[in-house]
C-alpha cells in the first residue's frame, strides 16, 4: 500500500522568501504524486500533480514540484512567498487502478510580514 | 469554488445520533469520493462511488454507509455515533475514476458529536 510522509507539521516563513516542504512517497510501481493546499475554513484545492514525463512541473500560484525517484520525494516549492499561501499543504499519492488518494498528515504555513 | 457542493457546512449532534451528509458533483463527474479529516487520524478515504456502484473502500465504519442516486449527488450516512466521529467529512469528485481524474473537493460538512 502506499504512504506519505511529510516531515514537517509546521514551516514559518517570511513573506517574499523562498518556500520549500517536503514530501516522500512510499510505493513499488510508478506513484500518481499531488500537492493540494487548504486554506483556513475551506476545502481543499489542486496545486498540481505528476503523473509521468517531465519531472519538474508548474502549478497554480507559482508553484512548482519536483519528482525524483532515486529519493522517493515530490517537494514543492515557491521562489517568493505572499502572505496568501498561509495554508495547509498536503502532499498525496495515488496509483494505476487504486481509486483513492493517501495523504500525508500536512503542512502548516505561517508567512510573517 | 471547486463546484462541489455539501450541506450542511456544520452538525452537532449528539452521541448514538444518526446524520445524513449530502453532496453534490461538479456538473459532469461521475465519481463521489467521501474522506474524514480529523486532528488525530488525517485525512482518510472512506468509499467512492462511480456512476452510482461502489467503486472502492477505504476505512469506512461498518456504523458508515454511503450511496450516489442516479442524479448522481451523494449521501454519507453517519449512525450510533460516537465522540470519535466529530471530524470534518469532505466531498470530492471527479470526472471518471482513475487515480489521474482529478479530484476535486468541496468545503467539507463539520460534524460535532457531543
Known amino acids: 500500500a502506499?504512504?506519505?510522509?511529510?516531515?514537517?507539521?509546521?514551516?514559518?516563513?517570511?513573506?517574499?522568501?523562498?518556500?520549500?516542504l517536503r514530501c516522500n512517497y512510499s510505493y513499488g510501481a510508478t506513484p500518481y504524486l499531488f500537492w493540494y493546499v487548504q486554506s483556513p475554513g475551506q476545502g481543499l484545492q489542486l496545486?498540481?500533480?505528476?503523473?509521468?514525463?517531465d519531472t519538474l512541473v508548474q502549478g497554480i500560484k507559482g508553484f512548482e514540484a519536483e519528482f525524483k525517484r532515486?529519493?522517493?520525494?515530490?517537494?514543492?516549492?515557491?521562489?517568493?512567498?505572499?502572505?496568501?499561501?498561509?495554508?495547509?499543504?498536503?502532499?498525496?499519492?495515488?496509483?494505476?487502478?487504486?481509486?483513492?488518494?493517501?495523504?500525508?498528515a500536512g503542512t502548516t504555513v505561517t508567512v510573517r510580514a | 469554488?471547486?463546484?462541489?457542493?455539501q450541506t450542511p457546512k456544520h452538525?452537532?449532534?449528539?452521541?448514538g445520533q444518526r446524520v445524513t451528509l449530502r453532496c453534490s458533483p461538479r456538473s459532469g463527474d461521475l465519481s463521489v469520493y467521501w474522506y474524514q479529516q480529523s486532528l488525530d487520524q488525517g485525512l482518510q478515504f472512506l468509499i467512492q462511488y462511480y456512476n452510482g456502484e461502489e467503486r472502492a473502500k477505504g476505512n469506512i465504519l461498518e456504523r458508515f454507509s454511503?450511496?450516489?442516486?442516479?442524479?448522481?449527488?451523494?449521501?454519507?450516512?453517519?449512525?450510533?455515533?460516537?465522540?470519535?466521529?466529530?471530524?470534518?467529512?469532505f466531498c470530492a469528485s471527479s470526472v471518471g475514476s482513475t487515480a489521474t481524474d482529478t479530484q476535486y473537493f468541496g468545503p467539507g460538512t463539520r460534524l460535532t458529536v457531543l
Open chain 1, 2 to 20: 502506499q504512504s506519505v510522509t511529510q516531515p514537517d507539521i509546521h514551516i514559518t516563513v517570511s513573506e517574499g522568501a523562498s518556500l520549500e
Open chain 1, 47 to 53: 496545486l498540481l500533480k505528476y503523473f509521468s514525463g
Open chain 1, 70 to 104: 532515486s529519493q522517493s520525494s515530490f517537494n514543492l516549492r515557491k521562489p517568493s512567498v505572499h502572505w496568501s499561501d498561509a495554508a495547509e499543504y498536503f502532499c498525496a499519492v495515488g496509483a494505476f487502478n487504486d481509486y483513492k488518494l493517501s495523504f500525508g
Open chain 2, 1 to 5: 469554488d471547486s463546484g462541489v457542493t
Open chain 2, 11 to 15: 452538525l452537532i449532534t449528539a452521541t
Open chain 2, 66 to 89: 454511503a450511496q450516489q442516486f442516479p442524479d448522481l449527488h451523494s449521501e454519507l450516512n453517519l449512525s450510533s455515533l460516537e465522540l470519535g466521529d466529530s471530524a470534518l467529512y
